[in-house]
Structures are given as structure tokens and as C-alpha cells.
């Protein structure tokens, strides 16, 4: 009943579109879920490498690969806005990160840990909304 | 610790950093570019929180209705 409620309540004050996209919203995905929680894996261990430049260019470069597919994936599945926008936040993320490697000057190891730290939070973010979507 | 809130605090561990000497200026202007794509990612993730709370709200509702005719 109380579902009822809410739902009645939100019908009355919401637009038709706004329902009609919520409720046939693109469903769970196991791929995004997948390459999701791949960036958060990979952010959160690759810490112990940052005193390695050339490791850790090589390791931004994969995780912007793997942002990369995940934009690429979401993109044309339909009602998909929000984890469309998610993926190319991480793109962005990990962009920024493989780009200070690329410009020939020293890292360091602080950054690493920090740019490392930022896509781990953000990932780990979208993986838990994205873990939610109705099957 | 909310999202908005581990914002804040790493802006400040940022600062903290540069500021000792730390990281770089590139460096430190690469983390804050970081932190306005981690506040959009928060944003973006509430929409679609929003999005999937609607769903089944919806969802219960049909079936609810359903059962009533």
C-alpha cells in the first residue's frame, strides 16, 4: 500500500515522459557491470606500481582502454542516459591520467596514488547504481 | 562519509600536497580537473539512483493495480 502511495503520489507530480523513461529504463547489464567493476579492481591494485613510471603509464593506458569500452558498449543501448554519462566521466577520468604520463616529464608516485584514487572512488560510485538497475 | 563530502576533503589533501611539495602544478591542476569529473559522477549516478527508485515504484504500482482489477 505504501508502494501505492508513493507511486501515486510521484504519477501526480511527475510528467508523463519522465515515467514512461523510468519505467521501461534500460535493464541490469552484466558487460557494464563487468568492465565497471573491472576499472575498480584494477584502480584500487595498481597503487603498489606507481613507484614504476613506466608500469604505471602502462597501466592508465589500460584502464582508459577499458573506460574506453565501456563508453562504447553503453552508447547505443536504448534508455541508457545516465550510465552513458557515467562511462564517459571515467573516460575523462582515466584520460586525465594517461595524459600526464604522455607528456614526457616525471610522475610522481603522490599523483599516481591520487589520479589512481580518483577513479577508484568514482568506479566503485557507478558500479554500485549501476549494480541496482531492474533485471 | 557522503560523496559530495570525500570531495571536499581530498580538494584539502590536494592542497596539502602541492603545497608541500608534493606534486607538481600540472600535477595538482590534473586532481582538481579530476575532482569536477568526481562530482559529475556523483550527480550523473543520483539521476539514475532516482531513475531506479521511479522503476519500481511503477512496477509495484502496476502490480498492484493489477491485482485490484
Same mark, same amino acid.
Given at each position: 500500500m505504501k508502494k501505492l502511495i508513493t507511486a501515486v503520489l510521484l504519477t501526480t507530480t511527475l510528467s508523463g515522459c519522465a515515467l514512461i523513461d523510468a519505467y521501461f529504463m534500460a535493464k541490469y547489464d552484466n558487460v557494464e557491470y563487468a568492465l565497471l567493476n573491472k576499472i575498480n579492481t584494477l584502480s584500487e591494485l595498481l597503487v603498489d606500481d606507481c613507484k614504476d613510471q613506466k608500469k604505471s603509464h602502462s597501466n592508465f593506458e589500460g584502464l582508459y582502454w577499458t573506460a574506453v569500452e565501456l563508453r562504447n558498449f553503453s552508447q547505443y543501448i536504448p534508455r541508457n542516459k545516465e550510465t552513458q554519462k557515467l562511462a564517459v566521466n571515467m573516460v575523462e577520468l582515466t584520460k586525465q591520467g594517461k595524459e600526464m604520463y604522455e607528456k614526457g616529464t616525471p610522475i610522481s608516485e603522490t599523483f599516481c596514488k591520487l589520479k589512481l584514487g580518483q577513479i577508484n572512488r568514482s568506479a566503485k560510485v557507478a558500479q554500485e547504481v549501476i549494480g541496482k538497475k531492474p533485471r | 562519509m557522503s560523496n559530495l563530502a570525500q570531495i571536499q576533503e581530498s580538494f584539502e589533501a590536494y592542497k596539502n600536497a602541492f603545497e608541500q611539495g608534493q606534486i607538481s602544478a600540472n600535477e595538482y591542476k590534473s586532481l582538481l #580537473?579530476?575532482? $569536477? %569529473? $568526481?562530482?559529475? %559522477?556523483?550527480?550523473?549516478? #543520483? $539521476?539514475?539512483q532516482f531513475k531506479e527508485h521511479l522503476h519500481t515504484a511503477i512496477s509495484a504500482a502496476i502490480s498492484a493495480a493489477s491485482m485490484l482489477g
Open positions: - | #580537473e579530476g575532482l $569536477e %569529473v $568526481e562530482k559529475s %559522477v556523483t550527480i550523473n549516478a #543520483e $539521476e539514475l
